[in-house]
């Protein structure tokens, strides 16, 4: 039983690759975004610059020395980019995966159940939407502190609402399915229903919104961190692009290398976003077919 089941798994997975690889923005997203992933785990074990030290000159333009030039402190700006990814993958996954969890449950709830709760659900789901994101990060942000932490937990819990609204209806239609009026003839309790049978069948549209929330994420910590509320212990892209945009003119290496950093990883995480809407969605395949 095990071996057919693992041979069912593993004909899914062939079906999915083939059917994702046949987008090449998709096949270039993951590739690049693997690429990214090994260097920030690698990055401790790699032969370059301690990125805070401070022993090279000022303002040295890219050389065979110092590929990315120095900054104004005359830290390696190579080394600073690589280990600048480590904060910024960091907080696009986690903040992603607070929001997903979030979305997820708080969204199936309003859906299975309707009535009152999804009255109030969809009430705070649509104030949190009329907020814009950004300033709403930027205000906790500032009260409660920048620690890595905090940003993740604030980027997470003020981005959940697009995961609820389509976990929502997801669950609204699912809901009405045969397979779940037989849980409730046999007297499965709702929590079972939904996290056993509910939200794994209405999970795959949340996967392509979750990897395309993981971007958004990287964005909005790049924005805190150019305003000063990133966290100061950690080296972050954003906050490089703010110390290198005062000599834009004059040294343009210090901020645009980790732009193009934040602007590689993003377009990556799109493509993958993209790629993955049109596989898990047969109705977007076919427009695409």
């Known amino acids: 039983m ?70 104004e402190l005359g830290r390696d700006v190579l080394s600073r980019v690589l280990w600048g990814t480590r904060t910024s993958l960091s907080v696009g996954f986690g903040a992603a995966l607070v929001s997903s969890l979030a979305g997820i449950i708080l969204g199936s709830i309003a859906g299975y159940f309707g009535g009152l709760f999804d009255e109030v659900i969809s009430r705070i789901t649509e104030i949190f939407l009329m907020i814009p994101a950004f300033f709403l990060i930027l205000l906790i942000a500032s009260i409660y502190g920048s620690s890595i932490y905090y940003v993740i937990l604030v980027i997470g819990l003020t981005t959940w609402p697009s995961t609820a609204r389509i976990i929502r209806a997801q669950t609204l239609s699912l809901k009405e399915r045969e397979f779940i009026y037989a849980q409730k003839v046999i007297g499965s309790s709702a929590s079972r229903v939904l996290f056993i049978h509910l939200i794994p069948n209405a999970i795959q549209p949340v996967i392509a ?69 049109t596989v898990l969605n047969p109705r977007l395949e076919e427009r695409g077919a």
């Open 2 to 71: 095990k071996v057919h089941e693992n041979k069912n798994l593993l004909e899914s997975v062939r079906d999915f690759w083939n059917k994702y690889k046949k987008n090449k923005g998709g096949v270039i997203g993951l590739y690049s975004l693997l690429i990214i992933l090994l260097v920030a785990v690698v990055v401790p074990f790699l032969p370059i610059y301690d990125p805070n030290s401070i022993q090279f000159g000022s303002f040295m333009p890219p050389s065979l020395a110092h590929l990315f030039g120095t900054d």
């Open 209 to 277: 919104n979750s990897i395309l929330q993981v971007a958004s994420a990287i964005l909005l910590e790049a924005g805190l961190s150019f305003l000063g509320l990133g966290d100061p212990n950690l080296i972050s892209w954003g906050k490089m692009i703010y110390n290198g945009s005062i000599y834009i003119f004059s040294s343009w290496w210090i901020a645009f290398f980790p732009g193009l950093a934040i602007v590689i990883t993003v377009a990556s995480l799109n493509m993958i976003g993209d790629a993955l809407a």
